[in-house]
């Protein structure tokens, strides 16, 4: 997300993918969701470690753009 982003001006039904439990209950997902300032190589670390599952194989990733 952008350096400015504030979860309070999302749009109210969307909301919900920034809140890990509520998320979690209503999709059987994880969201992750990181401001752009953590660096790329942050993002790639972080990338890297989620989108390995606990047997080493690798599980698809989702990115999602809020418009």
Known sequence: MDEDF?????PVPAR???DSIHSKL???SDFFW???????EVLQLCLDTYQ??????KR???????R
């Open 6 to 10: 504030e979860v309070e001006r999302v």
């Open 16 to 18: 919900v993918l920034f």
């Open 26 to 28: 209503l999709f059987e």
């Open 34 to 40: 990181a401001r752009a300032s953590i660096g790329e």
């Open 52 to 57: 390995t599952s606990r047997n080493f194989g």
């Open 60 to 66: 698809g990733i989702v990115e999602l753009e809020l």
